[in-house]
């Protein structure tokens, strides 16, 4: 394409001065939101590439519109590296989001008031693995499991026992607030004893998937399904994985049965990130992410934070942080004064409402995307030991934030 003659900067000079704003934003702070990365420039670029002007309703070979042989270059090789990365039978790369790639694999398994089992929000679950607001817990029958109050942990033969007694259609394993492994095979031999499908969500940690940090589900479980924004390092998007027997239901519930046409744009982006995620270097990066996770949580609790699990196999933890007398929205409030991002996260059995909980999320995929190793995990446990204590003195958290520049400084984003 020739140069851009009419950039944003000239046409709209407001929105490219709050793009700067937020890329400024971006490049002073640390990201401990564990769900957020940092894109590479190429996945930019393929996102805001001249794929957002097409239709393409239908699939590869099959469209309701012309002039699609070029979206199904696209399209064939997206999905062909999706599954050579996750080694997949069969790939969807069309889902908007991880909610609604969710709700298709609802809609392809179960009839409404059919029953599943997940694990509950507030246990480290996700709202649409059952919660009572949600479309899953609106339109299913959900019997959630929680984790164990002492470890935290899921504890297999409870998960066993509610299979047992409830006969679920399906079984879903995943999460957006746990720091332990998931016990693949287990969950699927439980889910043979009873005849259930099972359904993984791997949204956090497909990354370290795809790195080869941690199991891969894929070749376990029937259906597996992942956002392309977190770990993985992609677009805001899904993807569902298969096997060949799901196929076909997924696919006609992904479209026609819930979407449109797909954002093309962002298809060619995921494409872009699958091949980003096949290099070697990725699997550097993917570890990196957990050795920063586990030395960031070994700094916190040397420093007397209580981290859920006593610590961490992935890329997040969740801080309790009821013994330092403080709760989770003035935490998050805290740091962002500090230039230091994460999210509030409720805790197991905690006595706080959501929007208040008594933790806070933590994850090192961004700050391990900007090169941060474990003594800049170290340094940024320092600085949140630091903000949390003086929480109310916003001239102390000023000058944490002149420091964490600083830090951001030596790592920058985009150069
Ligand atoms: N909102 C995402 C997270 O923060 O984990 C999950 O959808």
Known sequence: MTALTNPLSKVDPEIAGIIAKEARRQEEGIELIASENTVSQAVLEAMGSVFTNKYSEGYSGKRYYGGNEVV???EILAVSRAKELFNAEHVNVQPLSGSPANLAVYMAVCKPGDKVLGLKLDHGGHLSHGHPVNFSGLMYNFVQYEVDEKTCRIDMNRVREAALRERPRMIIAGFSAYSRDIDWKAFKSIADEVGAVTFGDIAHIAGLIAGKALE?????????????????????????????????????????GIQGGPHDHVNAAKAVCFHEALQPSFQQYAKQVIRNAQALAGELMARGYRILTDGTDNH???????????????????????????????????????MDPSGIRLGTPAVTTRGMGEAESKQIAAFIDEALMKASDDAALAKIRGGVRELCNRFPLYV
């Open 216 to 256: 891969n589900p894929v070749p376990v479980f029937d259906i597996v399904t992942t956002t392309t924004h977190k770990t993985l390092r992609g677009p805001r998007g899904a993807i569902i994985m298969s096997k060949a027997a799901f196929q076909k239901d997924l696919d006609r519930t992904v479209f026609p």
């Open 72 to 74: 199904d270059e696209m």
């Open 316 to 354: 997040l933890m969740v801080v309790d942080l009821r013994s330092k007398d403080l709760a989770g929205k003035a935490a998050e409030i805290a740091l962002d004064k500090a230039g230091i991002s994460c999210s509030r996260s409720t805790i197991p059995f905690d006595t706080r409402k959501a």
